[in-house]
């Protein structure tokens, strides 16, 4: 074998080991400090009209779960200005949203739903990615005749979603409809992709974030989850995340802890989480008659 010959082999093989996907973020007219406004502010009305859960014990495990993906994140997307943060949310619907520049609300009812901690991590490095990639303002971009003030109150809806999610709409009397911020599929490829990446380097079999779209389908009925219906699949998605996987290097992933089992058990003590459609109902009976 000539010298050539082998060096061409040795950097094909070497290539093809580190063959991720490279992501390349969207345009974004707006600035790094408009994401962390726009996310903060949204934070301040999703946190007016959904229950979030004060439980240390179940706040403190998602917290790990979500720093161990935030230390993850590639250089190119790890914005200094990004705060990722994360509370759970005392409602039964399998959902978890992010706002721009990094709050996640991690609904109560998608940890209960995970058959691991990988299936949960999946879920919010999916979300992670969206912040990091910019997302949020860069479907945004494309609509700049809407004031910044209007798009604050449309955010907050939109990642709210279902009842609860209209409401916030109503009350900031925006007429965009829901569809508006619900992420297009190529941002959902990305949202994969960048998620099996982070999954990856923070000791998480990628894998996992595949079958967690399938746990979730399982558990939807006749309607599927809210997350499936705002994370629409742009097709053949367990396929190309399973694909990106063998390309990454994992060794020995984390699966299921004693803390996730700890948290789902910990959590069926709690008085059972109403559904979104229960506290929207709840809320017009309180609400004095117009
Ligand atoms: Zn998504």
Same mark, same amino acid.
């Given at each position: 074998m000539t010298r050539t010959f082998t060096i061409v082999l040795v950097a094909a093989v070497v290539a093809g080991m580190s063959a991720q996907t490279t992501i390349t973020p969207p345009k974004n007219s707006y600035s790094l400090a408009d994401d962390v406004k726009l996310g903060r502010d949204a934070a301040k009305d999703v946190e007016k009209q959904m229950p979030v859960l004060h439980d240390d014990e179940v706040t403190d495990y998602v917290r790990g779960v979500g720093d161990r993906l935030a230390t993850a994140i590639p250089i190119d997307f790890s914005h200094p200005e990004f705060q990722y943060t994360f509370k759970v949310v %005392?409602?039964? %619907?399998?959902n978890a949203f992010a706002l721009p520049g990094g709050p996640m609300y991690v609904h109560r009812g998608i940890i209960e739903a995970a058959a691991s901690e990988g299936e949960l991590a999946g879920v919010m490095a999916h979300e992670m990615s969206h912040v990091a990639l910019r997302h949020g303002t860069a479907q945004m971009s494309k609509a700049s005749k809407f004031g910044f003030g209007q798009l604050l109150g449309a955010v907050a809806g939109i990642a709210v979603g279902g009842a609860a999610g209209e409401a916030i709409i109503d009350a900031t009397n925006f #007429? *965009? @409809?829901?569809?508006? *911020?619900?992420?297009?599929r190529d941002y959902e490829k990305q949202a994969d992709l960048l998620g099996v990446q982070i999954m990856a380097t923070a000791g998480? %079999?990628?894998r996992d974030l595949a079958h967690m779209f399938q746990t979730i389908e399982k558990e939807g009925g006749d309607r599927p989850p809210q997350w499936l219906s705002d994370h629409p @699949?742009? #097709?053949n998605r367990v396929q190309y995340i399973n694909e990106e996987a063998d390309h990454l290097q994992i060794t020995n992933p984390i699966r299921v802890t004693d803390a996730f089992t700890n948290v789902q058990a910990h959590l069926k003590t709690l008085p059972p989480a109403p559904t979104l459609a229960e506290l929207a109902k709840r809320r017009k009976q309180q609400q004095p008659q117009r």
């Open positions: %005392d409602v039964k %619907d399998i #007429g *965009l @409809n829901a569809t508006f *911020l619900r992420f297009s998480y %079999d990628p @699949n742009p #097709g």
